[in-house]
Structure formats: structure tokens, C-alpha cells
């Protein structure tokens, strides 16, 4: 009797450390590109694909995730002096490629697409058609650079993605870029520009990424522990998993 209460005793207390000591990662998110994050309707945290696979990514290797979800530019901030370990959903373009840590596998892939008004007739639109063009684009969010230096584009921000959908709709602007998935569901939720506007070409399939901070004493760290377990969840088929049920949730 005394040996099991002695064993159910031991066996509480190293319950007990194991949760007082385990290790949580805080970690900056975009509140506001669903399908991949967004913050919940009741604002009780986000949700996406992104998010599950960076949570069960850290799970896979003893760690708990904080999420902070805040304007993707604020996220970025956060990153870049340290006050989380990361961002995500970030894109790797030249003048960001020294600013962070990259895990060298991207956390998903996502076409850069160009949209236009129905009418339009344009079709099968390269970068190149988009000079001499006015062309939109949402402030904060990263694109090519060969795009947003480019002297023959007439550029016009928004402050959001739907603001830039709301603009092409209204025929304001001749194009605008828009991840593919996330431009589809905004705009048919949005009743002035549903059935108002279509993807008429593709810049780029690009890859995303949580950009780890340089300033944050284990961002590196963490970058690295990230990829390893990012990887025991694609070798387990979870992430399949996780994709597959992305995809049915959004019909696909």
C-alpha cells in the first residue's frame, strides 16, 4: 500500500514539473488572410491552416505555442525587434532575406495571382502586360520586387484586400494582386464585387514562411527546431492530413 502511494505520489510530482517546465514559443500571426489565418469571430484567438501547422509543427517536438494575432505589418514589427520569436504568413524577397531567420522548408505554397474587373478583356496577363497599367496592390504585404520598382507600372495602395477588391470591382484601378485562395473567398463575400471580378493571370507561386527574429534570443533556435518538426509532420502524414481537411472545408 505504502509502494503505491509512493509511486502515485512520484508519478503526480513529475506530472506536475513536466507542465511546470514545458517550453512555450510566443509567435506573431496575421489576423486577417483566412483561409491560412485570421482571427476566430469571437476573437477568442486565430484559426487557419497556417495555424494548425505551426502548432502541431512546435507540438511535434515537446513545445506550446502563444499566438499574437495582430496586422500583418505589426507582426512583421514584432518579429523584427524581438518582441515574438516570429511572424507568419511571410514571403522571402530581397529586402527581407537578411532582416530574419528562414526554416528552409516554406510552411505552404500559394499563387500570387492578377485579377481584373469581368468586363476586361484581358486574359493569360504576364508582368509584362502590367506596364503601362495601373495596378493595386495592399500596403504592408510583400511582392516582387521586379513589380513594385518596376518605372512603367502605375502603383496605387490600399490599405487592405478588400479595399483592393472594392477598387477593381469599381473599375478604379486596371489590375490587382491577390493571393489566389484568400482573393476568391473575400471577394464573394463582398456583395459589390461578387461576380464583378476574375483572375485573369499568375505572377508566381510562392512559398511562406514563419520569419524568425534575429533579435529575439532564440530565434534561431526556434527556426531550426521549427524545420525538424515540420518535417516529422509531413513524415508522419500528418500534414497530408491536415491538408486534406483544409481542403474539404473550403470545397476544393
Request: hydrophobic letters at 40%; aromatic letters at 10%; proline letters at 4%.
Amino acid at each position: 500500500m505504502h509502494k503505491l502511494l509512493t509511486a502515485l505520489i512520484t508519478s503526480t510530482t513529475l506530472l506536475a514539473a513536466t507542465s511546470a517546465f514545458s517550453e512555450t514559443v510566443r509567435i506573431a500571426v496575421e489576423d486577417d488572410w483566412a483561409p491560412y489565418a485570421s482571427i476566430k469571430a469571437d476573437k477568442s484567438g486565430p484559426e487557419g491552416f497556417a495555424v494548425d501547422v505551426v502548432r502541431e509543427a512546435f507540438k511535434t517536438q515537446g513545445i506550446d505555442v502563444e499566438f499574437l494575432a495582430v496586422p500583418f505589418t505589426r507582426c512583421l514589427h514584432y518579429s523584427e525587434t524581438g518582441v515574438t520569436a516570429g511572424c507568419f504568413n511571410a514571403t522571402i524577397i530581397d529586402g527581407n532575406r537578411n532582416t530574419f531567420n528562414w526554416h528552409p522548408t516554406p510552411l505552404f505554397n500559394e499563387e500570387l495571382a492578377i485579377f481584373a474587373h469581368e468586363d476586361a478583356a484581358a486574359n493569360q496577363v504576364t508582368t509584362a502586360d502590367l506596364e503601362g497599367k495601373t495596378m493595386g496592390y495592399t500596403l504592408g504585404y510583400t511582392y516582387p520586387t521586379e513589380l513594385m520598382e518596376n518605372p512603367n507600372i502605375t502603383r496605387f495602395g490600399a490599405t487592405s484586400d478588400d479595399q483592393l477588391i472594392q477598387m477593381v470591382a469599381a473599375k478604379r484601378v486596371d489590375f490587382v494582386l491577390l493571393n489566389e485562395m484568400p482573393g476568391y473567398l473575400r471577394i464573394n463575400r463582398i456583395p459589390t464585387a461578387a461576380g464583378k471580378v476574375k483572375k485573369v493571370g499568375t505572377v508566381s507561386l510562392d512559398g511562406f514562411w514563419i520569419a524568425f527574429s534575429k533579435v529575439h534570443p532564440d530565434g534561431e533556435r526556434y527556426s531550426q527546431t521549427f524545420e525538424t518538426g515540420l518535417q516529422a509532420l509531413r513524415a508522419s502524414g500528418r500534414y497530408a492530413e491536415l491538408e486534406a481537411a483544409f481542403r474539404k472545408s473550403l470545397g476544393l
